[in-house]
């Protein structure tokens, strides 16, 4: 019998019919889709779709393309598959020929951004969003990553990452957190895990003088370790290298350093057979005083090893103020020299200035021209040079000492010769007698100092000499005798001696004789002094003048001696005191010139009173090296009542011998006293050094 097939339909775009809407044998057709369906159960119900493959079923009015087969697998008989007979979406994962080429557009979507490529095993296809690439990836234009790359570690003959076909040029790893450049297949540049770099060395953290930096070159040769930095700029600016430093461990910091703080350092380095971490020598840059804003004083330090040792020591430096130091940490001029200068000559030969070793601050002022043939260079002792005659020497300090007790001369620089001159002190004068009706008369006065010249070789005396100024003799005291009735009467007080005067041990000038005591009626002064022989050396003496004697009783007294050496500086001595008889005045004389000083006047007497007069006192040049003695003091003689006498005068000055005092003399009457004159001093000693040179 006939049998009837049943079609359905619809029109909505993708709609497939469900087993539960056709019976075995109806047909279900999509007139938007174009497509036809039917059920079939083979022991599971399913919905077969007919128009799109099966035992010969034909693409209808296309006419190319026969498929046959049934299930899950079917064969194309005839005809060509294109891109365009492909419904979108149809194909999940499909076997491709090599040749065959499917627009993408036909596939089943992946994830966002996923790309396609072959499966593990290389017999389908897949999407994935991890690429694995066996081969090259050539791009032809930009590429734009939008998260990270991996690629190998690679080595220095085969880098990770190079340039078109230079395979053995490029970047690669060779360790953890380090990153290395080749060329050529030779590793050139490395950067360590620490940030620090190396150009031609593996080791990147080698350490110097204590630092390891950041960069550091190394080469087997001058060409491969050398760095330079050129500077191509019309405007004349130069290539610049800048160290700096901050006080802080903050990147970017602006902290102020302060005075001494090391702002950059050069330093050379040298391998010494175990590493080369010894420091041959090193410029340090500074800072030189206290800084502030826009205020860097600086100083540049130079650094050198000595041979046998490790570590470098200073050698100079320039400072804030652009003083040169050679050996010294504080120079003190423009160039300041600790040791010994040296000029060498253009062949051979050299010249050397070197300081004593405790030298004097003195600086030399050199003259403004040049001198003229055969002159040299002399000193004023105070450090001008000035040209001179060769063989002549011009004084270079005079040093004059009148303080009595001990100084201090210093040789000045340059001293080629000194002449000293000493004089010792003046003795003082002795009192008077005192007496009741006998002839303790007028007393002596005091020797003069001598005066001792010598001329020495600068070289054979110390850096300093000790200064000895002599003392003055000081008078003797006056003398009281009081009358009980009978003959009677004190003898006078000596004079003191004067001081020596010294230059070192070289020479002594000793000092004049005290007047001497007056016994029985008369007294006599001190002498002057012999000349002395030292060290081989006869030395000049200028004998100061004696003292003169007393007056005995109703004798004349005599007047201090002139000096006893024709000389040009010697001092006179003191004159001796008058005396009183009971029938003659006595009067006193003056004292002894020096040169063309006057002695100092006599003091006149008296026979009838206690007036007599005091003798003058000496005088003394303007030079201060002369002085005349002091005059003898008056007699006093009386009947009756008491009696004074008069003093003797002092000594004019600088070494000469005071005057004798004058005698007393009373009758016996009960209660009369007789006062005697005191002694005169002497004058100070003196010493002066001229030095020459």
Do not use: H
């Not at 050299?350 to 600086?363: I, M």
Request: proline residues 3%; aromatic residues 4%; hydrophobic residues 35%.
């Amino acid at each position: 019998m006939a049998n009837t097939i049943k079609i359905k339909r619809s029109a909505v775009q993708g709609a497939v019919p469900t087993t539960g809407q056709l019976e075995l044998g109806e047909l279900a057709l999509n007139t938007y889709d174009g497509k036809l369906y039917t059920k079939k159960d083979d022991g599971t119900a399913s919905i077969v779709e007919l128009s799109g493959g099966g035992g010969g079923v034909s693409d209808g009015d296309k006419g190319d393309i026969t498929v046959s087969g049934s299930g899950s697998t079917w064969t194309i008989d005839s005809g060509v598959v294109t891109s365009a007979k492909i419904a979108d979406g149809t194909i999940v994962d499909g076997d491709i020929s090599a040749s065959a080429e499917i627009a993408v557009s036909k596939l089943a979507d992946g994830a966002a951004r996923q790309l396609l490529q072959t499966d593990a095993a290389g017999t389908g296809v897949e999407w994935t969003s991890n690429v694995d690439i066996p081969g090259t990836l050539d791009v032809t234009s930009a590429a734009t990553f939008d998260s990270t790359i991996s690629f190998p570690l690679g080595t220095a003959a085969l880098p990770s990452i190079y340039p078109g076909t230079d395979t053995n040029t490029g970047f690669w790893s060779p360790a953890a957190d380090t990153l290395a450049a080749s060329t050529g297949g030779t590793e050139r540049l490395r950067i360590d895990s620490s940030g620090r770099m190396g150009i031609g060395t593996t080791n990147s953290a080698e350490t110097f003088w204590g630092i390891t930096p950041k960069v550091k070159i190394e080469g087997p040769d001058y060409n491969n370790s050398s760095l330079a930095i050129i500077s191509n700029d019309a405007s004349n600016e130069p290539a610049y290298l800048f160290l700096g430093y901050a006080k802080s461990n903050a990147v970017g910091s602006t902290t102020i350093v302060a005075s001494g703080d090391w702002l950059g350092a050069i330093a050379f380095q040298g391998a010494d057979g175990t590493d080369r971490n010894s420091t041959a020598a090193a410029i340090i840059g500074q800072v030189d005083g206290t800084p502030g804003v826009n205020d860097m004083p600086g100083r540049l330090v130079f650094y050198t090893t000595a041979d046998g040792a490790s570590s470098p020591v200073e050698r100079m430096r320039i400072d804030s103020s652009g003083r040169m130091g050679i050996g010294t940490s504080s120079p003190g001029s423009t160039l300041d020299v600790k040791g010994t200068v040296r000029l060498s000559g253009s062949t051979s030969g050299y010249v050397g200035l070197s300081p004593a070793a405790a030298a004097g601050s003195t600086t030399y002022t050199l003259p403004a021209t040049d001198g003229t043939d055969g002159q040299q260079l002399t000193t004023n002792g105070s450090g001008t040079l000035s040209w001179a005659a060769a063989g002549s020497m011009s004084l270079l300090a005079t040093n004059t000492y009148t303080t009595v007790g001990t100084d201090t001369w210093t040789k000045p620089s340059g001293a080629q010769l000194v002449l000293v001159i000493a004089i010792g002190a003046g003795g003082g004068g002795a009192s008077g007698g005192a007496s009741a009706n006998v002839g303790y008369g007028g007393a002596g006065g005091g020797a003069a100092g001598a005066v001792v010249q010598r001329t020495l070789p600068a070289s054979i005396l110390g850096a300093t000499e000790t200064i000895t100024v002599g003392a003055k003799g000081t008078g003797g005291a006056s003398r009281t005798f009081t009358a009980a009735g009978s003959n009677g009467g004190t003898v006078s007080d000596p004079g003191v001696a004067g001081g020596d005067s010294k230059f070192g041990a070289w020479l002594t000038a000793e000092g004049g004789a005290g007047g001497t005591v007056n016994t029985a009626n008369n007294a006599v002064g001190g002498g002057g002094i012999g000349a002395q022989v030292i060290a081989g050396y006869t030395i000049p003496i200028e004998v100061g003048g004696n003292g003169g004697n007393g007056a005995a009783t109703d004798n004349s007294p005599t007047t201090g001696a002139a000096p006893t050496a024709t000389v040009f500086m010697s001092s006179g001595g003191g004159a001796g005191g008058g005396v009183g008889a009971a029938a003659t005045a006595v009067n006193a004389t003056a004292g002894a010139d020096a040169g063309a000083l006057s002695g100092g006047t006599a003091g006149t007497s008296s026979t009838t009173n206690g007036n007599a007069t005091d003798g003058g006192d000496g005088s003394v040049n303007a030079a201060g090296t002369q002085a005349s003695g002091g005059g003898g003091g008056g007699n006093c003689a009386t009947s009756s009542g008491s009696a004074t006498a008069g003093a003797g005068g002092n000594a004019g000055g600088v070494g000469a011998g005071g005057g004798g005092g004058g005698g007393a003399r009373v009758a016996t009457t009960s209660g009369n006293v007789a006062t005697s004159g005191k002694g005169g001093d002497g004058g100070d000693g003196k010493v002066i050094v001229y030095t020459y040179g």
